[in-house]
């Protein structure tokens, strides 16, 4: 029924002779084998600083580290850069950066500990402790990176990291919804609480408490937030549950220990008092697109979305004190300096300077 074979049709033609692999760079006759030239090619170790800046955090000697994210290629990788002069903003060069370091998988979110000592959590379930100076390792050159305490216990990407104010206590999230709170305070890292299924989805943000080291917030894509104290046998209870939006961010009162922020994807900022759980003081839209981060400082709120705005509104959600669209790209993070500079990174590949107007 079929007289011709299947190897008369599919046979290779005779004209089609490729060079050799070494000669296939910018080949346009065989495009389809430059796949092979590519793979062969030796992946390029040397830190770079990339385009999509993550994440942002100052020391109390006004030193930064920034995360950087590199989200194209065939392989997403992440570097940290420390800086001790941030001042010049938006020309922050990889040349003037005091320490750098190459991350294997994207990084997540980071946070000082003390002036020497950061936090870091990846995507691939890994949390470190890096120190970034001592005059006793080396006195010529005081920056010189020291990994303290490495471990890789959560399952999937870790989401958020809050430090405690006793900074020897942070709480990392993941994306299974697991929750745990790690100790560094031994010169070494381990996890002393581990709360699996926190969450139902997605632990989107994490908030410690300012006045007591045992008492932290959560929110989640499962349209709920919980109040957590770790001393106790049942540690969560209900801060808000069955909202209409996903939260996307909580964080706690700079002025009140007993207010606590959230934001969804409606772009909504809820204010909670953790003393009446379960039930909204203040709701206000202030983005048209999902909350990413709020960041008090006294009685302003940063907040910032998935959009290039950046605006300060008074936390009682009122007053708009200060509005930037001048970013090219998503905004990150924001940081605040001091009451009147606030410090925002993006995927714009800059650092930009917000100066305020003192309200007092």
């Keep these: 029924m079929f007289p011709t074979k299947h190897g008369l049709i599919f046979r290779m033609p005779e004209q089609h002779q ?194 007591d080291t045992s008492v932290f917030a959560t929110c989640s894509f499962d349209q709920s937030a919980l109040l957590w104290d770790e001393r106790l046998t049942r540690p969560a209870i209900g801060l808000y549950e069955h909202s209409p939006s996903r939260f996307k961010d909580v964080a706690w009162s700079g002025s009140n220990e007993h207010l606590v922020f959230l934001g969804d994807e409606s772009g909504f900022v809820h204010t909670v008092d953790t003393r009446l759980p379960k039930d909204f003081l203040q709701s206000t839209k202030i983005l048209n697109r999902p909350i990413h981060k709020i960041t008090p400082r006294g009685k302003k709120l940063a907040i910032i979305g998935d959009t290039n705005v950046i605006k300060v509104v008074d936390e009682h959600h009122n007053v708009s004190i200060y509005e930037n669209t001048e970013s090219e790209n998503l905004v990150r993070d924001a940081v605040w300096r001091s009451d009147t500079d606030l410090l925002t990174v993006g995927y714009e590949g800059k650092l930009r300077v917000h100066k305020l107007q003192n309200q007092d």
């Design 18 to 211: 490729p060079p050799d692999d070494s000669e296939l760079a910018g080949n346009t006759n065989y495009p389809n084998l430059n796949s092979r030239d590519y793979a062969k090619r030796p992946l390029n170790r040397h830190i770079r600083m990339h385009k999509a800046w993550e994440c942002l955090s100052l020391n109390t000697e006004q030193q930064a580290v920034i995360g950087t994210n590199k989200l194209s290629g065939r392989e997403w990788s992440g570097s940290l850069w420390g800086f001790e002069d941030v001042s010049y903003g938006s020309m922050l060069k990889p040349s003037n950066a005091a320490y750098k370091l190459q991350c294997q998988s994207l990084i997540s979110c980071l946070d000082f500990v003390t002036e020497n000592i950061f936090i870091v959590a990846l995507r691939s379930g890994r949390v470190q402790v890096w120190s970034t100076r001592s005059e006793v390792r080396n006195p010529q050159t005081p920056y010189c990176m020291f990994l303290i305490g490495e471990k890789c216990e959560h399952m999937r990407p870790i989401t958020c990291l809050a430090t405690k104010i006793n900074l020897d206590h942070a709480v990392t999230g993941d994306k299974n919804g697991t929750l745990k709170v790690w100790d560094m305070g031994s010169a070494d890292l381990f996890s002393i609480h581990t709360f699996r299924y926190a969450h139902t989805d997605v632990i989107t943000g994490v908030a410690t408490s300012h006045s």
